[in-house]
């Protein structure tokens, strides 16, 4: 926040007081002799000592020198729209969280953050699978996760970013598009691909689904008067398998690949 309460759109902008928040993550033994993750956090708040926001995070960057960096952006909040200062101003970045609103200015926003950084994980949030966003810092990636509650990834757009780990949540989705999506990788599309994760909305239907692919069954579980979850094994051209998983939960419906090898 600026002065008079007023929101920070740029890194330019001198902030009140920065706030900095330190977590000290470790695992604990209970009486089970099971080990679960605790986070403990302190924050401090800091004059802003005339200080711009990009040479705040200059000066922490500075202090930690960490190995890598992971760094979250609000898109709307503030306005990336120079790829150069954002590249001066941050480390080289391993990780990207976006959050946005759907409009052209966003997009194009996220688009310089992408094209500043290219790294190996992103995360986006409500953010629309456009072209220009697959084809800057969007394809070759370890890993996308991607929440998007009202808009539905397409087929093409799947093939196209040609990632290792890709997970879709929170919309809707065609399982006749995933049945050729598998078909495709079966005949040699998406090598890189090692985990495939799609969750949201819709009815299961285990036959449109496996519709034309030569799947082995592998384990079948009963649930309250209806299948709640399969799996299937595929073979892809190169004689590597994946097993595909859909599970029936209500309305909401998952569908899995994992590739074994």
Known sequence: MGENHEELTSL??????????IEKRSLILDDDMKFWPTVESKTFFWSNQEKNIG???????SIFRCGCYEVGFSIGKMTFDNKHSL????????????????N?????????????FQPETVHLYSAPLQENLQHTGMRNLK??????????PRIEDLLTMNVERCTILGTQFSLRDLNRFFK??????????????????????????MKGLQAEEARRIQGEQVEREKEHTIMNCYGIC??????NIRLLVSVELTVLN
């Open 55 to 61: 040479q705040w995070i200059k000066h922490t960057c």
């Open 184 to 209: 495709l990788w079966t005949k040699g599309s998406n090598r890189r691909l090692k985990y495939l994760l799609v969750h949201g909305e819709g009815v299961a239907d285990w036959n449109v689904l």
């Open 104 to 116: 052209e200015q966003n997009i194009q926003s996220t688009h310089n953050v992408l094209k500043a």
């Open 87 to 102: 590249r001066n101003t941050f480390p080289k970045l391993r990780k990207i969280v976006i959050s946005c609103e759907p």
């Open 242 to 247: 994946g097993t595909i998983k859909l599970i």
């Open 143 to 152: 890993e996308l996760e991607y929440h998007s509650p009202h808009l539905n």
């Open 12 to 21: 330019n902008d001198i902030p009140i007081d920065v706030d900095v928040t």
